[in-house]
C-alpha cells in the first residue's frame, strides 16, 4: 500500500513537472518568437563600388589640355553622371537602414563617396550624406503613403549601382530627375495594376522648397510574372515662376523575359519647359533599348543603345549644339556581368557619337565621338 502510494504521487509529481516545464518551453519558443518576429522587421543592407575607366583615342588626364578637372568633365567623358573620372576612381559605399512593421514603416538611405556626393548634389551640411529618408503607412491592402525624400519614379535606370545592368550611366537619367521630396500615395488596382500620385517639391530640392512651387507626379503600372511597364508624369514649375516656366516630361519604362536567357528593357522620355515669353518651347528627348543575355549563372552580356536629343537649348554643357541650340548623340555600351558571390565585376566598352563636336582628341583637336572602357566593381550586402 505504501509503495502504491508513493508510485501515486511520483506520477503526479511527475505529470505536474511536465506540464510546469512544457509549459515554460513553449513560453520561451512564444518569446523567442516574438523576439524574432521583432527584430527582423528591421533591415540593414546596401553597397561598396569602384571603377577604373581609360578613354581610346582621347585624353586621360585634364593638364593634357589644359583644363580643370572639377568642371571640364565632359571633355574627356561622356556627359553622364557618374563613371567619369580617369584612372582608378572610388564610386559609393551605400548604407541602408529600414524599418517594415504591419502598417508602418521606414528607410534611411545613406551614401558616402563620390558617387553618393553627385546624387545629392543639392544638398548642404550632414544632409549631403542622405539618399533617401521616408517614411511610410500601409493604410489598407490596396493603399500605401509615403512623406519624406524618395529616389525617382521615372526612368529605367537608378542611383545604386546594384540597380543598374550598366555601371556608366544614361543620358536620359543623367538630366532627368534623381530624387524627390514630398507626399506619393501608391494604389494597388489588382493584382496586376498599379497608380500612383503625388505632390513634390521642385526636381532634386529634397531639404526644403525656396519657390513655393510644387510638382505634381502619377504613375501608372503593369506587372506580370513575364515582366512590367510603367507610365510616367510630372509637371509643375522647376523654380521661381517668374524665372522659368513650367516643365512637363512623360516617361515610359518597361522590360520583359523573352526567354529563360534573353531580356529586353525599353526606356523613352520627353522633357519640355514652356517660356517666359514669346517663343519656344525647350527640353529634350530620348530612347534606350536594353538587350541582355544570360550566357550562364554567373555572367550576362548586355547592350544599352541610346540616342538622345536636345532641341531649343534645353540643356547646356552636355554635348555639343548647333546654331539653332538643336544637338544630339548616339551612345552603345557593351557590358559584361560576372557574379563572384556577392561582387559583381561590370567590364564595358561605351561609344558615344554626337552630331556636332563635343569631345577632345589626343590632338586636343574638337571630334564628335569618344570611345572609353570602364571596369567596375560592385560588392552588395
Known amino acids: 500500500m505504501k509503495t502504491k502510494t508513493v508510485t501515486n504521487l511520483f506520477k503526479k509529481v511527475s505529470l505536474v513537472a511536465l506540464a510546469f516545464l512544457s509549459f515554460t518551453t513553449m513560453a520561451q519558443e512564444e518569446v523567442k518568437e516574438e523576439e524574432k518576429k521583432w527584430f527582423d522587421n528591421f533591415s540593414v543592407n546596401g553597397s ?27 571633355f574627356i567623358a561622356p556627359g553622364t553622371s557618374f563613371a567619369n573620372q580617369s584612372g582608378f576612381s572610388l564610386g559609393m559605399a551605400n548604407l541602408i537602414l529600414g524599418y517594415e512593421g504591419e502598417k508602418v514603416g521606414f528607410v534611411a538611405d545613406l551614401v558616402f563617396g563620390p558617387r553618393g556626393e553627385d546624387a545629392v548634389f543639392l544638398s548642404d551640411g550632414s544632409a549631403q550624406i542622405v539618399n533617401q529618408l521616408y517614411a511610410y503607412w500601409n493604410v489598407s491592402e490596396k493603399v500605401k503613403l509615403t512623406l519624406g525624400n524618395f529616389n525617382t519614379f521615372l526612368g529605367y535606370e537608378v542611383i545604386s549601382p546594384t540597380g543598374n545592368f550598366n555601371y556608366s550611366t544614361s543620358y536620359m537619367f543623367s538630366y532627368g530627375p534623381f530624387s524627390h521630396t514630398g507626399l506619393k500615395a501608391d494604389f494597388a488596382l ?73 531580356y529586353l528593357g525599353i526606356n523613352t522620355t520627353y522633357l519640355s519647359t514652356e517660356p517666359q515669353e514669346d517663343g519656344d518651347a525647350s527640353g529634350f528627348y530620348g530612347v534606350a533599348l536594353y538587350p541582355q543575355y544570360k550566357t550562364s549563372e554567373k555572367f550576362t552580356l548586355g547592350l544599352r543603345g541610346e540616342y538622345f536629343s536636345v532641341y531649343n537649348g534645353g540643356l547646356t554643357g552636355v554635348i555639343g549644339l548647333d546654331n539653332e541650340l538643336d544637338g544630339s548623340v548616339f551612345a552603345a555600351t557593351l557590358t559584361g556581368s560576372y557574379d563572384i558571390g556577392n561582387l559583381t565585376l561590370k567590364p564595358e566598352l561605351r561609344l558615344d557619337s554626337a552630331s556636332e563636336d563635343s569631345f577632345l582628341d589626343n590632338d586636343r583637336e574638337l571630334t564628335k565621338s569618344l570611345s572609353s572602357f570602364v571596369l567596375g566593381a560592385v560588392y552588395k550586402f
Request: no cysteine.
Open 48 to 74: 561598396v563600388d569602384g571603377y577604373y575607366r581609360y578613354n581610346i583615342g582621347a585624353p586621360n588626364k585634364a593638364e593634357d589640355f589644359d583644363a580643370d578637372p572639377t568642371t571640364d568633365d565632359t
Open 190 to 262: 489588382n493584382d496586376k495594376w498599379s497608380a500612383m500620385l503625388a505632390v513634390m517639391n521642385p526636381t532634386d530640392y529634397t531639404e526644403s522648397n525656396p519657390f513655393d512651387t510644387y510638382i505634381i507626379g502619377a504613375q501608372l503600372g503593369y506587372a506580370a510574372d513575364s515582366g512590367s511597364a510603367f507610365l510616367n508624369f510630372r509637371y509643375g514649375n522647376e523654380g521661381e515662376p517668374g524665372e522659368v516656366g513650367p516643365t512637363f516630361q512623360v516617361d515610359l519604362t518597361t522590360g520583359w523575359d523573352v526567354s529563360e536567357e534573353f
